[in-house]
């Protein structure tokens, strides 16, 4: 079955770049997502990517996708403390559904 | 536009109770689904409807029920309620059956 896997932890300096990594196995899947969630939140939709794409930059955002080896990373330039939270990639299934899978997100910590 | 709505946003049940929790969709928006969070099993999901049909489920026991209105509106109702049903329960809709899900803030379900 499909799984989808992250770190659960990273911290930066404000002002660094941030990478969260993500790795997933549906080879067929059409699109990727970043969603973020912050304490007591549901989920905000960050950026998506289209499965025969590389990259997609969107201001702070970098989204890369390397699908021979099923890699998905969300890039974030000049990170505020404001973008503590949990970050989560999922995958869209190969039955054009809408039962995504999670992985089990990436806590990220900003230090001033 | 409003986002997603869900309520009500907690609940406190005991052991054995049912439980309904609602899901308002972005205005044009079709397709619905639930997803639930617990700290041990993530994001899990539930069903999915399009046009009050439910197209996917999960792999949830079958106390766990939905359904969804001729307005696009859901509802979700968990019977004989268990300690472990204890968790975020999160409604996502979507313009289309495939396209990109946008979450309401969630309903937090505590079962005493």
């Known amino acids: 079955g499909e799984d989808v896997e992250q770190s659960l932890f990273l911290s930066v300096r404000e002002g660094d770049s941030s990478v969260i990594n993500c790795t997933y196995t549906d080879s067929s899947s059409t699109y990727l997502y970043w969603y973020k969630q912050e304490p007591g939140a549901g989920l905000q939709l960050l950026t998506y990517?289209?499965?025969?794409?590389d990259m997609k930059q969107d201001q702070r955002l970098t989204v890369l996708l390397n699908k021979k080896d099923k890699h998905l990373s969300l890039r974030i330039a000049d990170t505020q403390t404001g973008d503590s939270a949990i970050y989560f990639c999922a995958e869209s299934p190969d039955n054009y559904g809408q039962n995504f899978v999670f992985g089990p997100g990436t806590r990220l910590s900003v230090l001033p | 536009k409003a986002g997603v709505t869900q309520t009500p946003r907690y609940l406190i049940k005991t052991r054995g109770q049912q439980v309904t929790l609602s899901c308002s969709p972005i205005s044009g928006h079709r397709s619905v689904s639930w997803y639930q969070q617990t700290p041990g099993q993530g994001l899990q999901f539930l069903f999915e409807y399009f046009s009050e049909t439910q197209r996917n489920k999960g792999n949830f026991p079958g106390r766990f029920s939905g359904r969804q209105f001729s307005n696009s509106r859901s509802e979700m109702n968990v019977s004989t309620l268990e300690l472990g049903d204890s968790a975020l329960y999160l409604c996502a809709s979507s313009l289309t059956a495939s396209g990109t899900q946008y979450f309401g803030p969630g309903t937090r379900l505590l079962v005493l």
């Open positions: 990517i289209f499965s025969n794409m």
